[in-house]
């Protein structure tokens, strides 16, 4: 720990605040690449991403203008597919690649036994074209687990009116107001000045490098533990992976009342309180690896519903079953929502992936505060 002192909010405590990634972690950019826009060579099972400028080139070089504009409008072959199919030396496809990733546990299979292969969303990277983690995801992630904390603390929580169309929007401004913003510094309790997070700085991660990444298929479990592949691939940070941010608090805000020891606190009782409440519902899948979350952040892309609600902590386990039963027939009406409150849990699915060819949820980190 370092300790500054300014002449306008007092204490500058600043740490070093290390995520390791336990199961395949997401933070997408936004870009979703299609089966046309990268090389997947079925040999090797891997998946590599291209320059294009350099693969435009190529297609004008060999004269496969039309070829390639067909091949775009149609719907059959993959991009490796289409070279070899067009006599491109393996070099020459050797020499559009801008770096490769593991794709075995990332193959979806279609009904006749074969690897598809499937759009890709891609990870956030920087201005260098590292891949990073955002420092505000990490605080988002903060936020969640130290309200629910606050809730979970607080024995005479208020009824909250749960007919809005727009409660759920409503829900996070309530309990922002309630519990965040308590700093008095505007006029309104609603105004994000007030709010006690503004005391929390995160910087960004230290950039890592692409063999940091793999590619994740989606997989939703199920309450009998059975499991089934989405059409849903990312490009993750691998087990193991180790994110460094820097971590400050203002004192001068937090007057004390949130410190390193006071943050790791709240993110055991949170991860206490998901695997009591949600992860204890379903019946451990057969390939499904043990997973421990002391001192573990849950977030991340695609890590579900239950990670960024406090909807649960909040009304209790029988109300907040019936609220979000209610959501999520309102927002998903193909989803069989109405067996939700029959089975006991809404959602009624695990988002997890495979990694080595273990069941594993995602968007787990192990979390040191030095």
Known sequence: MVIFMTASSGVLEVYDLKLTVVTPFFVGDGIE???????YNRSRKSV?????????????????????????????????????????????????ILYSVDAENAIVIDKYGKPKPQNIHTFIRDAYGNPYVPGSSVKGALRTIILQKLILDDKNRPDMDTNDKHFSKDFDKALSSRYINTLKLHKEQTNPLNSIMRGIRISDSKPLSNSDLTLSKKIDVHTDGSDKDIPVVRETLKPHSELQFKLTLDQGLLKNQITPDYILDAVNRYADYYYDTYIMKFKK????????????????????FFTKSLLYPYFGEERALKITSELMKRNYKNGKHY??????????????????QKLLPLGVCKIEIK
Do not use: H, W
């Open 33 to 39: 690449l299609d089966k046309r826009s990268y090389l």
């Open 48 to 96: 590599s991403m291209i320059d294009l400028e350099r693969l435009f080139k190529l297609i004008v070089n060999k004269r496969l203008t039309d070829a390639y504009e067909a091949f775009m409008l149609g719907g059959g072959k993959d991009l490796y597919e289409f070279l070899r199919y067009n006599r491109v030396p393996e070099q020459a496809i050797n020499d559009l």
């Open 339 to 356: 067996l939700d409150q029959k089975q006991g849990i809404s959602p009624r699915t695990l988002k997890y992936t495979k990694f080595r």
């Open 285 to 304: 899948a057969y390939d499904e690896a043990d997973i421990d979350y002391n001192d573990c952040l849950i977030f991340g892309g695609g890590s579900g």
